[in-house]
């Protein structure tokens, strides 16, 4: 059995995190922002579509990919026999969302707009985010 190598890993995510935006239908420039990719032009996103290349490492990027894969995780635990509704989801206004579209707004907020969306998707972690604890 063979381990992955750090950078095998993150090659693995970085092609996971392109085919979740992918989905859900992001232009070069909405993926550069959204996972705060300095320094990286759109036609380098080919390069880590491919797996040629992984994300830099950088905390505000690893921190954005973590919420993203959470999301994308979320999405597939409550459509786990419609891939498609994910993205349909993330397209559509959501009442506990404040009626707003959950991809406008991540683009409208940043890093609070993907915490928001997680939060709503994935109740384990907005339990985690709330500070509740289990033992009385």
Request: net charge neutral; charged share 25%; with cysteine.
């Amino acid at each position: 059995m063979s381990t992955l190598s750090t950078e095998q890993r993150r090659i693995l995510q970085t092609m996971q995190i392109m085919a979740v935006v992918e989905e859900w239908g992001l232009r070069a420039s909405e993926v550069i922002d959204l996972l705060a990719l300095e320094g990286v032009s759109g036609r380098h996103l080919e390069k880590f579509r491919r797996g040629n290349a992984a994300f830099p490492v950088t905390p505000a990027t690893d921190e954005r990919m973590q919420h993203v894969l959470g999301i994308a995780d979320a999405l597939r635990t409550t459509y786990p026999h419609n891939r498609k509704m994910g993205s349909i989801w993330m397209l559509s206004r959501q009442k506990k969302l404040n009626d707003t579209i959950p991809l406008q707004r991540i683009a409208e907020e940043g890093l609070q707009g993907l915490i928001a969306v997680r939060a709503h998707l994935d109740c384990t972690y907005a339990w985690d985010q709330s500070g509740s604890s289990s033992s009385q």
